[in-house]
């Protein structure tokens, strides 16, 4: 149970994680906070995006009773199993498993796909008169029952529940507009005038007292369940992909690992080993947990977890990380740290906590229904009352009071978020960005520091050959090409780079003789009758063939760098050094330069040592201080120095793209996840950039902004037509036409503003 109590302190306070179900908008996760805040000592944060509630109780607190006071709200709580590794290796069995995972929106989404099918030829039928055949008015009536009762029953659902517990959310809004409209569609049916043959609804735009008794709604009702079913699946749709992260990062790891008993190596499901246990890990393959390496020696690529571009030479003695990969040579390991206690399990609890932390954007339309649904209903009661106090008749009189939910029906409130969104991500989508939701949006529009993972990021997260130094009277070419044929015989990852740039350089490189690994320290073979070395300096001086002092000097001044110098000698004699680093992406310095123009200061932050930071800094135009330069952070302090900038007033929004940069994404008050990292770095963030390139979170600001600024005109215009229109209602002068024309006008202008997007290109500054 996700309940941490680590002190019997009676004073002591313990978290509890709630999972919340019921919840229909942002209000609806104030009603909750208020409803557990009543409780003495509790503190409680809720999460509508990821349907969570984290709450601080006094310990030993009985979980039951918070849970009772989230169903007193009206919503259903229960405390969460944490997520599990299903260390099953059958592929079969993982296939069956996912089948049968239901999928959450797929509900919603017959109901949606059920009323367009029936609510379009409704609302065709009654605003094109030439569709008006006999008895139209009737059919209409059997297309609209199915959409207003089953199609709606998730907003009268709502509306009921809110309803016993004194509250009124949009969804109450929404429920009493449809179900009026149909009701008084039925009484003018049944008991008034609409239901003569042959009746026809003229499409006129006049102001005029009417009795309704001759006037239908049908087309309101299934027009607005309708749209706002769309804008409710949407919805839906992301939010099903809040837990997603920390499903990725629990499937980083090994499944299974090649346990040694008695000498034997037995493989075992991941979740049998425990600690002290010794296994094996070969060339290629993931580390099964932390440990310490008790035999064998080489380099394991830890850039997943701790940013680190090189990969970190090992042997006896030294620590390893679970989940990071093995690529030279043989290695055992001891356990030292199985389960909860690994550090991919704990980077798992820091993005949960993170999320779960996170302030979630209100919804504007929720803010304003706050206000705007109970005046709405109190002017609809006031409308009835005063109209039967004046005598004027009861259906005049109810004709009215049903004229100003109508009006109020926020038909066009349904496409106000939705249009934009779908507009402006698609938009995105063809300059490679990914808006994961509207609520992402507000987080853009007071970013004022972006916060910029280096490896992968502003760097193309590879190694690669930047440099070839000689001694003299040796050609470059011909260094590159001994080096590069020795390298290219080697598995590691800084030989691979060596041998790929001098192919790139070169072409073919001839055949390697006597090659051998040297453990440690680097390679040595024969290439076209020469006997080369290559690899650490102390190689060479075994061979009694130490470096030049030039060369030694080049060579300092480039680790100094944080480069990685490879020293090279052939027939006797030291004569290069060959470099390998991370190179900066070639639009990185552009980017940066965009970001300030969007009035953004820009930090690098990574893994990697202060040198390489600084270098990197220099090269894309980032101030070296320490303030904007920060190097040598490990996962934990990259949330920290996030919340730390947060402390300070900022707004902070990150930029990266491993396993790493996670917990930092999903804290920020902004995350931008570059899609060409891990799932687990996407799934953390709010905005994905799949192009890889950085300049995209520049554009993916400026459009998060611009559709934001869409959604806010959208929704006051939506709103601005009810308002206009409800003095005519509460008059008695609407025509129910007028009703409709209006409404169909707001819904109208809602997606032309939407439509506006599609004109936004990248690094303009539209």
């Known amino acids: 149970m996700s309940i941490d109590t680590r002190s019997t302190d009676p004073t002591a306070v313990t978290e509890i994680d709630l999972a919340i179900g019921g919840m229909t908008c942002a209000s609806c996760a104030n009603r909750i906070e208020r409803k ?61 498993t996912a089948a049968e995972e239901p999928d959450p929106t797929r509900p919603l989404r017959q109901r949606l796909l059920a009323s367009i099918a029936l609510a379009v030829p409704v609302i065709a039928m009654a605003m094109a008169p030439a569709l008006q055949f006999t008895y139209w008015q009737w059919i209409s009536l059997t297309l609209a029952a199915p959409v207003v009762t089953w199609g709606a029953w998730p907003f009268h659902r709502a509306a009921w529940t809110n309803l016993r517990h004194g509250a009124a959310t949009m969804d109450t809004l929404v429920s009493m507009g449809v179900l009026a409209a149909f009701a008084w569609s039925l009484w003018a ?107 064998g020696s080489s380099a394991v690529d830890a850039s997943m977890l701790t940013g680190e571009s090189v990969p970190v030479e090992v042997g006896p003695g030294d620590a390893v990380t679970g989940a990071t990969v093995n690529a030279g040579g043989r290695l055992v390991v001891r356990a030292t740290r199985v389960g909860a206690d690994t550090q991919l399990a704990r980077m798992a609890t820091l993005v949960e906590d993170a999320q779960s932390g996170k302030a979630q954007a209100q919804r504007l339309a929720d803010r304003i229904s706050g206000v705007f649904v109970p005046i709405v209903i109190a002017l609809a009661a006031g409308t009835l009352a005063f109209w ?17 939910l109508i009006i109020a029906c926020p038909c066009a409130l349904g496409l106000a978020t939705p249009t934009a969104l779908l507009v402006g991500t698609g938009r995105g989508a063809q300059l490679g960005i990914l808006i994961k939701g509207p609520e992402v949006l507000e987080s853009t529009r007071r970013v004022d520091t972006v916060v910029l993972d280096k490896t992968g990021t502003v760097t193309t997260g590879r190694m690669a050959l930047v440099a070839v130094h000689t001694a003299g009277g040796v050609g470059a070419d011909e260094a590159l090409r001994l080096a590069g044929a020795l390298e290219d015989a080697s598995e590691h990852p800084i030989a691979a780079a060596i ?23 680097g390679v040595q073979g024969v290439v076209d009758g020469h006997a080369v070395l290559a690899g650490r300096q102390a190689l060479l001086e075994q061979w009694s063939q130490p470096l030049p002092p030039d060369l030694a000097a080049v060579k300092a001044d480039e680790e100094a760098k944080g480069r990685t110098a490879v020293a090279v000698a052939w027939d006797g004699e030291a004569r290069a050094v060959l470099v390998v680093a991370d190179t900066v992406k070639p639009t990185s310095a552009q980017a940066i330069a965009q970001l300030r123009a969007l009035g953004l200061t820009p930090v690098l932050l990574t893994g990697d040592n202060a040198a390489v930071a600084r270098t990197v800094a220099a090269q894309v135009g980032i101030d070296p201080g320490p303030d904007t330069v920060i190097a040598e952070v490990l996962p934990a302090d990259k949330v920290e120095v996030v919340e730390r900038l947060q402390a300070q007033g900022k707004v902070v929004a990150m930029v990266g793209d491993g396993v790493n940069d996670a917990a930092a994404l999903a804290r920020a008050d902004l995350g931008l996840a570059m899609g060409t990292g891990t799932d687990v770095a996407i799934e953390a963030g709010d905005i994905t950039l799949v192009r890889g390139d950085l300049r995209a979170a520049a554009d993916a600001i400026r459009l998060s ?62």
């Open 36 to 96: 557990l805040n009543k409780l003495d000592g509790v503190s409680a944060t809720v999460n509508y995006a990821t349907e969570k509630a984290r709450v601080a109780a006094p310990a030993g607190i009985d979980p039951a009773v918070l849970v009772a006071q989230v169903e007193a709200a009206g919503y259903t709580a229960q405390i969460p199993h944490p997520p599990t590794v299903d260390t099953d290796t059958d592929t079969d069995s993982d296939t069956d």
């Open 189 to 295: 049916l049944l008991l008034g005038t609409a239901g003569i043959p042959g009746m026809t609804h003229p499409f006129e735009l006049t102001i005029a007292p009417s009795d309704g008794a001759g006037n239908i709604y049908l087309e309101v009702a299934a027009g607005v369940t309708t749209f706002l079913l769309a804008g409710r699946y949407f919805e839906a749709r992301s939010k099903r992909r809040a837990g997603a992260a920390l499903r990725a990062l629990l499937e980083l790891g090994a499944k299974d690992v090649a346990v040694l008993r008695d000498g034997t190596e037995v493989r075992v499901p991941i979740a049998r080993l425990g600690v002290g246990d010794r296994f094996v890990v070969r060339p290629g393959e993931k580390i099964a947990t932390d440990g310490v390496v008790e035999d």
């Open 388 to 404: 039967l106090g004046t005598g004027a008749g009861p259906a005049a009189a109810f004709t009215a009071a049903v004229a100003v």
């Open 499 to 521: 041998a790929r740039g001098a192919r790139e350089r070169l072409g073919d490189l001839p055949p390697v003789e006597e090659f051998s690994n040297v453990e440690g320290l």
């Open 705 to 766: 902004r611009r559709t934001l600024a869409t959604i806010k005109g959208n929704l006051f215009w939506a709103f601005a037509y009810n308002v206009a229109a409800l003095p005519l209602a509460a008059t008695g002068l609407l025509n129910p036409m007028i009703a409709g024309a209006a409404m169909a006008v707001s819904s109208v202008f809602v997606v032309a503003n939407s439509l506006r997007l599609r004109r936004f290109s990248s690094g303009s500054r539209r």
